[in-house]
């Protein structure tokens, strides 16, 4: 509520009024504070994400450079030295750039799903549908066929960096170390397996978790405001 404040001129009318832009909530009720904080929140959460999106561009431009080094390196000028290296960790660089921007994605998920609950809010509160931006942008709509195939694709060249790292270790390393019932299982060929299944495992359960966390989010907050009490006058 803005007060403003009147000064009588001096032949006792009222003169132009003078605002002392005085701020005061006078006479708010709970609704309208909570409605205050709600919007704020929503306001915030909006921004957190939109900053989290453009962090997660600039990973997507970095997984793009150790594709086309490793490519350049090892398979352009696979012979030349020790660049066939580049082929064998290719696929960890890639592991660590998708695993961190699932990460991103996963943290703006959960956001989506706690904007969601606050919108549901501040639509309750003001006994009409004002906001909509989480109704319209859902979890089917942001998972849309082409993103799902940019997914794939992405998947496809790591798998295919996995499969040539492999093969790079397997064709080198394979017969070498001691032997175990026959088979040569403790040499750099096997530690590479082992290592890159565990980071395939890893990517894997970060997918999972991304799936999950907009639904969480917005459950958890639900239970959360469910499950409060208010203080004892």
Same mark, same amino acid.
């Given at each position: ?16 009024? $003078?605002p002392?832009? =005085?701020?005061?909530?006078v006479?708010?009720?709970t ?10 929140? =929503? ?19 970095f997984?793009?450079?150790i594709?086309v080094?490793a490519?350049t390196?090892g ?21 660590i750039?998708?695993g ?5 994605y996963?943290?703006?998920e959960k ?6 609950f ?5 639509n ?8 909509l931006?989480?109704? =319209?942008? $859902? ?6 066929k ?7 694709m992405?998947?496809l060249?790591?798998? =295919? ?5 492999t093969?790079? $270790?397997?064709?080198?390393?394979s017969?070498k ?15 590479n397996?082992?290592v ?10 970060a ?9 969480r ?9 469910a ?7």
């Amino acid at each position: 509520m803005r007060i403003t404040l009147r000064q009588p001129s001096n032949n006792g009318q009222v003169s132009r009024p $003078t605002p002392f832009a =005085v701020d005061a909530t006078v006479g708010e009720s709970t609704d309208d504070q909570v409605l205050r904080v709600l919007l704020a929140e =929503v306001a915030d959460l909006t921004k957190a994400m939109r900053e989290l999106l453009m962090t997660a561009d600039r990973f997507i431009n970095f997984s793009g450079l150790i594709a086309v080094g490793a490519l350049t390196l090892g398979v352009i000028k696979h012979d030349e030295g020790k660049n066939w290296l580049a082929i064998v960790f290719a696929p960890y660089g890639l592991a660590i750039t998708f695993g961190y921007l699932i990460q991103l994605y996963t943290e703006v998920e959960k956001r989506a799903g706690y904007k969601k609950f606050l919108e549901a809010r501040v639509n309750d509160l003001m006994r009409s549908p004002v906001l909509l931006e989480s109704q =319209v942008n $859902t979890r089917v709509e942001r998972n849309r066929k082409s993103v799902i195939g940019m997914q794939a694709m992405n998947g496809l060249a790591y798998l =295919v960096f996995v499969g040539a790292s492999t093969f790079e $270790t397997y064709d080198r390393y394979s017969g070498k170390g001691p032997e175990v019932l026959g088979w040569h299982l403790f040499n750099l060929s096997t530690l590479n397996i082992a290592v890159l299944v565990l980071a395939t495992f890893v990517l894997a359960g970060a997918l999972w978790e991304n799936s999950r966390a907009s639904d969480r989010a917005y459950s958890h907050a639900v239970s959360v405001q469910a499950s409060y009490m208010p203080p004892a006058p």
